[in-house]
């Protein structure tokens, strides 16, 4: 084994044998596995039906109300006294009175509940009683049904997005905005979360002054490499256990609760027995089915547009190349320094530049394509977070090559660059580092 | 002489002052050599350059009869006088991890940690935390890698300070030893009373330059006072009138009845004349010559003033009969 391997087989199993390690290994999945779960399962919680029944004394609109995943209509043939005392017995969340002077004086509708009135009930009822109402005046004023049902033209634009090949692909910025936000942001905090791992480290090898008996026995380059790659090695590890463990538990959930993440459009158009349908109204549920379909296919033809393995293999590069970039500048500033509190001054140039490109990121999402996007996904100091951003968008291979070649040279040059300092400035103590002395050390070595 | 270690010339410029000039010296195979010199003489640069912790900017050094490189690593065992452990780290696991840096297997470095712990009584602390552990059995740890992969060089940097008399006897003893099996040892070093108990050879450095250099014996002999005390029954004239411009009366006084004095001999007189001309005035107790110790020959070759010379009796705790 060289020795710079087992300065990484240290550097990454002190790191990982610790118990912060395994709080975070466990933590991050669950709670990822919680964004994704805790959303659905609120969801279904509210699930729990809320029951209107429905008072029709106009007789006009006992056949428009159908229930939806969560609320649900019955029509009851009482008064509205008798209905609201079932609403008391807790039969009912809420009564519907329509009166019977209903079709001509609208503001006479009245929605009583025992309860605080479920917002979206009330919403959905308008709905349904606004359309209805123009139905009947369409109807009164000579319209056809038949053209009536014909005026219903759901709108949705398909996006597609022209390859250079000219191959036509669906395109769903909705789901790129997501995972470019996601990717960036993943980015910036591992580079965050590792490079302070790899400062703190150095400063603790330089303030234990354990530093100058292991630079005895290795060259100061190996000691630094040793201790980025196996820091950058606990990240690697982390991420992918991450990853393979939010899989894990949504799919576990997933097969312990089918049903949970199955978007039937069934569910959302049911039809109860106690409906007495017309045609016209069966052909306006299918119609509502047909729709709902088109989104999840869309929805699905999305994701499927989206080239994960790119995905995952420039998260992975792009994660390296960055966190070499940065960690090599945090391994300098450990080293030029004798405590903590003194790495604020150097910090800040370090740290801008992945400021920059979170407060972008915004824009960048808005045109993923324009001069800002680009400049910024190739220039090494920014390319990571941003570069990410921008590849579930579509970014051109040749882009891409020019951005990661850039981003190799960088981290090589900042490597290069940090190493001058650290072979100094580890074994500097007591002596208050400015930029003119790091200037010397790199002059001088 | 067998040399295991030569320096030649070697100069080391930092970016705001000159740390060695033009620095020569032998290390002889097998000697305890001093390096000595005030704070910020240069001797830890030098220290760094011969691990090749730094490179000089001019000059070279040779082991044995090879040019210093990267392969001597594993020849030379370095306690540095800043040194420290990973606190959080196991004693046990960081000692293997050091020796594997210093080139030994897993295996080999184990079973010869285990031994020197045993002798050192540190086993019960093999899976304990360094920060556990007092400051006295961190150093008997820390010596333990410095001399594990049993290197033909090693480099002390005041590697006494931090421990109690009882565990400074232990490593003077382990240190002895290491000598008589081969080992070269470089002994750098502010504490005088131990040059002059452990060292066969010294090198001075102050400011940057080597201003000394040879076997203890032979510096300390260079150094002769030609101061001597005397010790008197009791004299009928003052010593001044009876010494003639030759002798210096360095200073005199009463002591239980007795007349003590220094006297150093100057120009071609020697301690002949001197007692030739004592003798007749009085009852003679004792006469013996002052040889100066270590520490005199420190300060003198680094402030240029030799404490014999001045100052009071009781004034040279490093006087040596």
Known sequence: MSKTAIIIRREFLSRVRKKSFLVMTILGPVLMAAIIIVPVFIAQLSDSDYNVAVVDDSTLFYESFSDTDNIRFTPLVLNVDEALTLMHEGRFDAVLHIPETAFQAPSSLRLFSAKSINFNAKLLIENILKHDYESIKLGLAGIDPEVLAAIETPVRIQAFRIQNDGELTTDFPEISMGLGFIGGFLIYIFIFLFGSQVLRGVLEEKTNRIVEIIVSSVKPFQLMMGKVIGVGLVGLAQFLIWIILTFSIVGIVQVSFPGMFQFTPDDQVHITSSQLLNAEEIAKQHELIQQHNTVGGQLMEGLAAINFPVMILSFIFYFLGGYLLYAAFFAAIGSAVDNESDTQQFMLPVTVPLLLSIIMIQMIINNPSGPVAFWMSIIPLTSPVIMMVRIPFGVPYAEIALSAGLLIMGFIFTIWFSAKIYRTGILMYGKKSSYRELWKWIRHS | ?321
């Open chain 2, 1 to 321: 002489m067998n040399t295991l270690l030569r320096a030649e010339n070697i100069t080391k410029q930092y970016a705001n002052h000159k740390a060695l000039d033009k620095v020569s010296l032998q290390v002889p195979a097998q000697s305890i050599f001093g390096l000595l010199g005030p704070n910020g003489a240069g001797k830890t640069t030098l220290i760094r350059i011969i691990n090749q912790i730094i490179g000089p900017d001019e000059g070279r050094i040779f082991f044995g009869n090879e040019e210093l490189s990267p392969k001597h690593v594993h020849q030379i065992g370095y306690l540095p006088e800043e040194r420290g452990l990973y606190k959080k780290m196991k004693v046990g696991e960081q000692a293997l991890y050091l020796a594997r840096l210093k080139g030994l297997n897993a295996y080999d470095a184990k079973k010869m940690l285990k031994a020197w712990f045993e002798k050192f009584d540190l086993m019960p602390w093999w899976n304990k935390k360094v920060e556990e552990l007092s400051k006295g059995m961190q150093q008997k740890v820390q010596f333990i890698i410095t001399v594990l992969h049993k290197p033909n060089l090693l480099i002390f940097d005041e590697p006494f300070s931090g421990f109690d008399p009882i565990n400074v006897n232990l490593l003077k003893e382990e240190i002895l030893k290491l000598r008589r099996d081969g080992a070269t040892i470089i002994f750098s070093t502010h504490n005088m009373s131990s040059v002059e108990e452990l060292c066969d050879h010294i090198a001075l450095i102050n400011k940057s330059e080597k201003i000394l250099e040879g076997t203890v014996h032979q510096i300390r002999k260079d150094h002769a006072s030609q101061v001597y005390e005397v010790e008197l029954q009791g004299a009928a004239r003052p010593l001044r009138n009876i010494l003639d411009d030759n002798y210096l009366i360095i200073n005199e006084g009463t002591e239980q009845g007795h007349l003590k004095a220094r006297i150093k001999i100057q120009n071609n007189a020697g301690p002949n004349e001197l007692l030739r001309l004592l003798l007749p005035e009085s009852e003679l107790i004792s006469f013996k010559e002052l040889t100066p110790g270590m520490n005199d020959i420190f300060i003198k070759q680094v402030t240029g003033k030799f404490p014999l010379e001045n100052g009071s009796i009781n004034g040279h705790e490093g006087l040596r009969t």
